[in-house]
Every structure is written in structure tokens, then in C-alpha cells.
């Protein structure tokens, strides 16, 4: 997916459609080329290279006379490319949680989301039986959730679950529960006898957050 770098390095004619785009909604081409002072067919450039990365789509609208013009419109792809609260929303809420409910209602809260994760993660990995396919299953959905997780062989029935990023390493860092949380959410849905040890953590400054999986006594 182009990223916002990408943006810059074409100039600041993308920056400057996606923001007319946020404002004013669905544009034709033309009438984008007026706003920004350049050609129709530059801004039909630029839009054809953001549509092939999915950032922004084209819909065909009539016209009285003529053939139908293309409407351009973002598409939820292009949300990264704009200002994002919700780390800082986050954490507000996390200290307010904190505030209101003090240590022990946190715990309670972060307990009852950990069931909830559980119950939906079990859903998809409790059609396999072996560890390594539970294991694999249990990556797929964490990669679905942003964190680049893989599985890999360490030999002797042991494996490595790996989490080459941290979506929400801010939140986990105000609030240590979550990756507490993280941890007793594996050990339950890997189910009894498969022991779960975190060996790496970013938030201790390691490169990522990996743990350490075998079934009881097989080390």
C-alpha cells in the first residue's frame, strides 16, 4: 500500500487531492484540476496511481448532456493519511477507567475482555488439534489484529509464537494488565497442558514480544 512517505516523494499534488477530497467529498477531475491549479490530466494521474493502491475509487455519475463523468471519493484505506486520536483516547480512557474503578475494577474489566477475546479466538482455532496448527491459527488471527505474528520451530516439540509489532503499545504501556492479559488469554485458548512463556517483550525494549510454546514436560 502506498504510505505517506510515498505521498510526499510524488509531490505535493496527492497530499493536496486527498485533503480536498476529505473536505469537500466526491470530486470529478476537472473540477479538482480548477481547486489545485494544475491539468485535468495530471490530476487523472495521480488519481489513477491512489486508485491502484486503493485510497481512493471512482464512481460514474450522468450527466445532462454528455457522457457520465467519475466522481472521486476516498475510501476508508486513506484514514492513516489523516490525524488518528485514538492512541491519545486510549489512554484518556484508560486513566479514567483507572480513576473511577480503581486497581481492582480494572482487573475486572481487563478479565472479561480477555473472555470475550478468548471465546472468539477459541471459535477459530479449536477446529485443530495439533499444537503447531492451533498455533498457526492463533498467528492468523493476531496478524489480522496488526501484529505481524508468525510461528516458527524451536526444536524438541517447542515452537515460537512471535510479535514482530505492537498495535496498541501505547495502551499497553499505561496499562501493564493488557499484556498480562495477552499472556493468560494464549495459555486459554492453547488449552491445558501447553505451557505459554514469554520470553521476549518490546515493552522491556526488545525488538519484539515472542513466547515460548510447548506442551507440559516435553523440554
Request: hydrophobic fraction near 45%; glycine fraction near 10%; charge should be positive.
Amino acid at each position: 500500500m502506498l504510505q505517506a512517505d510515498g505521498i510526499q516523494e510524488a509531490g505535493g499534488t496527492r497530499r493536496a487531492l486527498l485533503e480536498r477530497l476529505k473536505r469537500a467529498g466526491a470530486q470529478d477531475a476537472q473540477i479538482l484540476a480548477e481547486h489545485l491549479g494544475v491539468t485535468a490530466m495530471a490530476v487523472r494521474q495521480h488519481l489513477y496511481a491512489l486508485e491502484a493502491e486503493g485510497i481512493v475509487t471512482a464512481t460514474p455519475a450522468p450527466r445532462p448532456l454528455g457522457r457520465p463523468v467519475k466522481l472521486w471519493a476516498l475510501t476508508p484505506s486513506a484514514a492513516p493519511f489523516f490525524p488518528d486520536g485514538h492512541a491519545d483516547l486510549t489512554l484518556g480512557l484508560l486513566d479514567a477507567m483507572g480513576a473511577a474503578f480503581g486497581t481492582k475494577g480494572m482487573d475486572k474489566l481487563l478479565a472479561a475482555r480477555t473472555r470475550a477475546q478468548g471465546k472468539a479466538y477459541g471459535a477459530r482455532v479449536d477446529r485443530f488439534k495439533t499444537l503447531k496448527r492451533r498455533l498457526e491459527a492463533l498467528a492468523e488471527i493476531r496478524s489480522e489484529e496488526g501484529y505481524m505474528a508468525e510461528v516458527r520451530g524451536a526444536g524438541r516439540g517447542q515452537y515460537l509464537l512471535i510479535e514482530n509489532h505492537c498495535p496498541v503499545c501505547a495502551a499497553a504501556a499505561a496499562c501493564r494488565g493488557l499484556c498480562r492479559g495477552e499472556l493468560e488469554l494464549f495459555r486459554a485458548v492453547l488449552g491445558p497442558g501447553i505451557e505459554v512463556e514469554r520470553i521476549d517483550h518490546i515493552l522491556t525494549g526488545a525488538r519484539r514480544c515472542s513466547y515460548r510454546v510447548q506442551r507440559v514436560g516435553a523440554a
